[in-house]
């Protein structure tokens, strides 16, 4: 079993930053591809960044794409979101995935809340 625990969530106004963190424990957090992904009230959870098991390669919504960038301490076990240039729309709460094949684990989430 893989444990993940977001942090980093928070209120900011439009236009500001947020870093979220993603710690994992309990496997080999090497092995796993790391994603992000966010629900917003009243919506499906949609696909937010992705990074591969050796940071190689990175993937993003269109949303995020310019904004967003992922990264990934595999020495830390801790894949992180860095949010720049927020805006209302990216309000929701935003979840860790970590995957390996046919496993698929998810944090509880953390709350992104972004003021006009």
């Known amino acids: 079993q893989l444990q993940l625990v977001e942090s980093g969530g928070g209120l900011v106004q439009a236009g500001g930053s947020l870093r979220l963190s993603c710690a994992a424990s309990?496997?080999?957090?090497?092995?796993?591809?790391m994603g992000w992904f966010r629900q917003a009230p009243g919506k499906e959870r949609e696909f937010v960044a992705v990074?591969?098991?050796?940071?190689?390669?990175?993937d993003y919504a269109d949303s995020v794409k310019g904004r967003f960038t992922i990264s990934r301490d595999n020495a830390k076990n801790t894949v992180y979101l860095q949010m720049n240039s927020l805006k209302p729309e990216d309000t929701a709460v935003y979840y860790c995935?970590?995957?390996?094949?046919?496993?698929?684990?998810w944090g509880q989430g953390t709350q992104v809340t972004v003021s006009s």
């Open positions: 309990g496997r080999t957090f090497s092995r796993y591809t």
């Open positions: 995935n970590a995957r390996q094949n046919p496993y698929d684990y």
């Open positions: 990074i591969s098991r050796d940071g190689g390669s990175i």
